[in-house]
T-cell receptor, first 116, second 107 residues
């Protein structure tokens, strides 16, 4: 049973470009969470999604960031017009049932985004 | 002030030592989690607690809801335990992370 998969593992973008981060949850999991870990800082929640629904995006920056989890395919975290401050590790986690941390979450390996 | 405070920030131990990492929080919670982040960055969920105590192998996690405090204990520590340990709390409609405790176990 494959774990949570994220790709790419490393992503380099120039300021102003778009970054697309993909997350494939574990088989049978319908809940996806995105977290950001800035350099020298802890994890911060960004968004919680179920299939085709955003349940909680209270941790998402108001501009340039969006997330989706379509009926088919991986969850996508999209960052438009990236800036240097977006450089961070972005982790995805999935769980089979109810939201937030009420179920054990399984983390992906993360995507390291570097904005030049 | 952060909603979740961990101590110590950094910890170095000799192999075999008993280790305790503490987590205090200031919000009402429905659950608390301990996560382990390996040097390569990968994160593993260790425990989810809402009361009492849980044990998994050499790891023990306890929580005192009245005192808003949790501890993670590692018995007979080993170099492979070297990682960052992160405490996270779920309030039911928001969740918060501690900044982590960096543990190094020396052979």
């Amino acid at each position: 049973n494959a774990g949570v998969m994220q790709n790419p593992r490393h992503l380099v973008r120039r300021r102003g470009q778009e970054a697309r981060l993909r997350c494939s949850p574990m088989k049978g999991h319908s809940h996806v969470y995105w977290y950001r870990q800035l350099p020298e800082e802890g994890l911060k929640f960004m968004v919680y999604l179920q299939k085709e629904n955003i349940i909680d995006e209270s941790g998402m920056p108001k501009e340039r960031f969006s997330a989706e989890f379509p009926k088919e395919g991986p969850s996508i975290l999209r960052i438009q017009q990236v800036v240097r401050g977006d450089s961070a590790a972005y982790f995805c986690a999935s769980s089979p049932q109810t939201g937030y941390f009420q179920e054990t979450q399984y983390f992906g390996p993360g995507t390291r985004l570097l904005v030049l | 002030k952060n909603e979740v405070e961990q101590s110590p920030q950094n910890l170095t131990a000799q192999e075999g030592e008993f280790i305790t990492i503490n987590c205090s929080y200031s919000v009402g919670i429905s659950a608390l989690h301990w996560l382990q982040q390996h040097p390569g960055g990968g994160i593993v969920s260790l425990f989810m607690l809402s009361s009492g105590k849980k044990k998994h192998g050499r790891l023990i996690a306890t929580i005192n809801i009245q005192e808003k405090h949790s501890s993670l204990h590692i018995t007979a520590s080993h170099p492979r335990d070297s990682a960052v340990y992160i405490c996270a709390v779920d309030t039911g409609n928001q969740f918060y992370f501690g900044t982590g405790t960096s543990l190094t176990v020396i052979p």
